[in-house]
């Protein structure tokens, strides 16, 4: 079968190779994709929100089944615009319908869901502008720190967590003036929960689900988790304190009810559903929806997959999932970002990236993340670079082989973490 690919980090090269390993595949086309996607598949030149460009892709290389990485198609919308289209309705889209999206492009819609459903999350309300005193009042209500979200899509920045009242109200302020434009114009605020977080995947057909390897992140840029937020500098799988008594409570009290919920109100998703979770005291509470896989977890994740992707996803878009195969590699895997310096804030892109041929003793694969291709050199792209990802038979080794193939690889200005999966031996 003929597979497109909509996305261009390190997510998409993770999916784009496991794809190409698949018996089943005729042809895999990304778009946009990047240097490393261009290895594994045909890239072309078409952005993720160009819905007719999209269509021209789809027909004039007679795909099969369309994979969306990111949320922004998604949320806009593409599963439906698939679904209206006479000459598109056959051709299935692995994601959610816009309405199963807002789980991830509302928090106030994914809150509201949760608290329908009985799903354990922080207890919050939401606000619009004309609601700023009793946001005030819900804000001296709860403990300090403050956390408040910008209801819509903010490229990860719509999340603050502010220590003093007096802060918190001012920012409040701000967000329903108008600091995140539309995102902003509802702002939830929450009850802050102090536990450890981790990133939970599964497939779902609408009506059952498969669950994949679990996978934690590290946001922060700096060591210890501090600093600025980033779209995440590593990731490892599995984690340890999400042990088998803990996955039983995420999917009785979760997952299940999340499934169930979507189906009890007629919301159309089959695709990735991405549980944001935190563990308070070894209770897992939502921290977030998201209506795809996560980056840079998939890049841990995926490589975990010994099964036939190919198959998860014809099982999710047909309806059958419960028959469809998943095996899970025993192994750790642990996924180092390399990054441009200067990111998440101003960066330099261009710089030719040397040492990208595996060396003989890595048991390595090196996605890309933010790259582009230019007469045989390939050059950083992005503030995200590069996602070493390497198996172990402990979350250790598979760190110290991510980190040994780090060193092999330069670019001006590189920067990694040195401290990725700190917190979990
Ligand atoms: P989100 O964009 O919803 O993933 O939020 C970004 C990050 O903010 C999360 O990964 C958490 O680390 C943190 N966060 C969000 N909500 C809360 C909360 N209620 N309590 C503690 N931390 C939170
Ligand atoms: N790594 C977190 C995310 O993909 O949202």
New binding site residues.
């Given amino acids: 079968m003929n597979i497109l690919l909509l996305g261009s980090g390190g997510r998409e090269h993770a999916l784009a190779w496991k794809l190409a390993q698949s018996p089943k595949i005729d042809r895999l086309f990304i778009a946009p994709g990047n240097a490393g996607t261009s290895h594994v598949g045909t890239n072309v030149p078409v952005a993720v929100t160009d819905f007719r460009a999209i269509k021209n892709v789809v027909l004039a290389n007679r795909i099969d089944l369309v994979v969306a990485g990111p949320e922004t198609p998604l949320v806009n919308g593409l599963y439906d615009f698939f679904k209206n289209d006479p000459s598109l309705q056959d051709i299935p889209v692995a994601g959610p319908s816009k309405q199963g999206a807002r789980l991830e492009g509302s928090?106030s819609f994914a809150k509201a869901f949760m608290e329908r459903r009985q799903i354990p999350t922080?207890r919050y309300k939401s606000f619009t502008a004309d609601a700023l005193e009793d946001g005030y009042r819900f804000l001296e209500s709860l403990p300090s720190p403050y956390?408040l979200?910008a209801d819509g899509l903010a490229a990860?920045k719509?999340?603050l967590?502010i220590p003093k009242l007096e802060e918190a109200r001012k920012e409040l302020r701000a967000m329903l003036n108008g600091r995140f434009g539309a995102a902003g114009q509802t702002v939830v605020i929450?009850?802050?929960?102090?536990g450890v977080?981790c990133s939970v995947f599964v497939a779902t057909d609408g009506a059952d689900y498969k669950l994949l390897p679990v996978a934690k992140d590290y946001?922060r840029i700096g060591e210890g988790n501090t600093g600025l937020?980033t779209g995440g500098m590593g990731a490892v799988s599995p984690v340890p304190f999400a042990d088998g008594v803990f996955m039983q409570k995420v999917e009785e009290r979760i997952i299940r009810p999340t499934i169930e919920g979507l189906k009890a109100e007629n919301i159309d998703y089959k695709g990735f559903i991405f549980f944001?979770l935190?563990s308070v005291k070894g209770e897992p509470l939502v921290?977030?929806y998201n209506c795809r896989l996560g980056d840079p977890e998939t890049e841990a994740v995926i490589p975990r997959i010994q099964s036939d992707l190919v198959e998860l996803l014809e099982g999710i878009v047909r309806g059958d999932l419960k028959t469809r195969p998943l095996e899970i590699d025993k192994r750790a895997v642990a996924t180092l970002i390399l990054a441009s310096g200067g990111y998440p804030e101003a960066f330099e892109t261009g710089k030719e990236i040397q040492g990208l041929d595996a060396p003989p003793w890595a048991a390595t694969v090196v996605f890309h993340s933010g790259t582009t291709a230019r007469e045989g050199k390939v050059l950083t792209g992005g503030g995200r670079v590069l996602a070493v990802s390497s198996y172990g038979s402990t979350l250790k080794e598979a760190l110290t082989q991510s980190y040994k193939r780090a060193g092999t690889i330069h670019f001006e200005k590189m920067f990694f973490r040195t401290d990725i999966g700190f917190d979990l031996y």
């Fill in positions: 928090k922080a956390v979200k990860g719509g999340v967590i929450e009850e802050f929960l102090d977080e946001k937020n944001g935190i921290i977030e």
